[in-house]
């Protein structure tokens, strides 16, 4: 039989059989033998049957070895040795908090060790944040100034490192860079629609300097970039005191 070796990560996550539960799988071992395959990754490491590859060398017998490589060896280590050991309570609640302090989605979790996502939830909830919660810095206020401070910013600087500087998350930066982008494409498109509307208006805007377009951009500043009535009814009132 090749030479194997137990994978270190599952060899700290799951718990040891007992000396009755060894001592009992090598009595069926010596009776029935070894029917199911020992399981290893391409390093030699055992991804499931470290204990019958144990008794196998001790009783000196052959035991059929496969080589397979899972989309994840740890998650399907687990899975397997848990569908033939039966762990207590306390143990189970050990490995799902051991699986959650490796960054394991609770569903991910859930799945692997065969119990429901609340089970899961439950454990260690003082410990890690919800997953379905929003993130802090979204209910955290972000004042006006400290805006305009982040647009300035994120001109020059990575949105990451902005969202570092401010404490907030890169999405709640990204939402704020949207948001402006946003207004100044809709400020540009109302621009353009009140210059072509200028005759109407008696406004003329042909001049980057002339006083019609001077107004509007006044009237849009005026209006804060929020409320298209107001800044029409504004400009209205600025062609007729201007005349």
Known sequence: MIELKQHPTLKDLIPPLSKEE?????QDIQEHGIQVPIIHDAAGQIIDGWNRYLIAKELEIEAKTVEWEFPDNVERGISLNLRRRHLSKDQRDKLILALREKGWTIQKVAETVGVSVGTVSQKGSSNFKNENA???DQRRKITPKEEEEIKEETKTEPQKEVAKKHKVSKQRVSQIVKKEKKKKLEGKALIKEL???SKKMRLKTSRAD???LKILKVAWKK???T????FLNWVSIQRKEKK
């Open 22 to 26: 060894y001592q009992a799988l090598k």
């Open 210 to 212: 002339s006083p019609g």
């Open 223 to 225: 209006a804060n970039n």
């Open 227 to 230: 409320d298209r009535e107001m």
């Open 195 to 197: 210059e072509q509307s």
């Open 134 to 136: 929003r993130p802090t």
